[in-house]
């Protein structure tokens, strides 16, 4: 369904999303410019959508894609909202239209650089929204520990491409490790969710795969996309193998049988483990190898 920019149009969102938000793995952003692909990305298999006020729109047409996004919103649509940062001459317009919208989930809040950023961003939502912090500089990965402890963060990620052009460095693996790292272990630190890594560009499947493994290896839990068609696989890479929920599900056969006894010090870390793989397992869908 197309629509006018700023045109009140009802939502089509065909598909109910259960994936919690803080173990979603595909966030999808979609172009608040694109009224048209809104519904399409609703019945995406996307854990969550992200609708793009910032990076995707022209400063001359933020006011109508951010009204094309309330109406959407409004008219039955459930999505988070990629704002602009507090440093734009468009927060404020934002953070003020999008308090209290309905089918609002949370706010990315771009180039967070400070818990303070943050914080100020959640209390002009009325303490109402979710904040997940878009972290894209290098100022911002070294304040990542402050940014998650925040009032009202949720979860960080990684604005990767934005990172690279700050700091020059590479999108090899290596080069990245640390960023990634810094976010990962912030993350532990203000209890939050795991983070969400940047997106893949481009549309080599091998490659989305591949770099959605590191993701995994890097302890990321959730990957930003670009495409409907990035969703399956990133969902795939992202959840527990069958062979893992198969282990877990033995694991914790035997811990059972055996009254919950811990028998040694390798025990906890991997009931931890097994409990993990088992619960996402289950919000996933995922059934243990034969």
């Known amino acids: 369904m197309s629509s006018t920019p700023g045109t009140a149009v009802p939502a089509k969102t065909a598909r109910i999303r259960n994936i919690p938000a803080d173990i979603a793995r595909s966030w999808l952003l979609v172009p608040a410019t694109k009224p048209e692909l809104f519904d399409d990305a609703a019945a995406s298999r996307a854990d969550a959508i992200v609708l793009d006020i910032e990076d995707a729109v022209d400063p001359v ?3 109508s894609a951010r009204s094309a996004v309330i109406d959407w919103l409004r008219n039955g649509g459930q999505a988070w909202v990629r704002i602009n940062d507090v440093h734009s001459e468009f927060w404020a317009d934002d953070v003020a239209a999008l308090r209290n919208v309905p089918g609002l989930l ?4 771009a180039k967070t ?5 943050v914080k100020e961003t959640f209390h002009r939502l009325d303490g109402n929204s979710r904040v997940l912090a878009l972290v894209e500089s290098a100022y911002g990965i070294e304040e990542a520990n402050n940014i998650a402890r925040a009032e009202g963060a949720y979860r960080l990620a990684f604005g990767s491409g934005d990172f690279r052009r700050d700091t020059g460095m590479s999108a090899d693996r290596e080069a990245m490790a640390y960023p990634r790292a810094k976010l990962v ?3 532990r630190v203000g209890n939050l969710p795991g983070p969400i890594d940047g997106p893949t560009v481009g549309t080599n499947h091998p490659i989305l795969r591949e770099q959605s493994a590191i993701t995994v290896s890097m302890g990321m839990t959730g990957k930003l996309c670009l495409a409907t068609d ?3 696989i990133i969902n795939e890479v992202i959840s527990p193998t069958p062979t893992d929920v198969a282990w877990a599900s033995d694991f914790m056969a035997d811990f059972d049988a055996r009254g919950g006894v811990i028998r040694d010090g390798s025990d906890l870390p991997r009931l931890g483990r097994a409990e993990k793989i ?3 397992a289950v919000a996933f869908g995922v059934q243990p190898a034969a």
């Open 185 to 187: 272990v912030a993350s």
């Open 61 to 63: 047409n933020k006011s």
């Open 230 to 232: 990035q969703t399956t």
């Open 278 to 280: 088992i619960k996402l």
């Open 106 to 109: 949370g706010v990315m809040l």
């Open 113 to 117: 650089e400070s818990a303070e950023q």
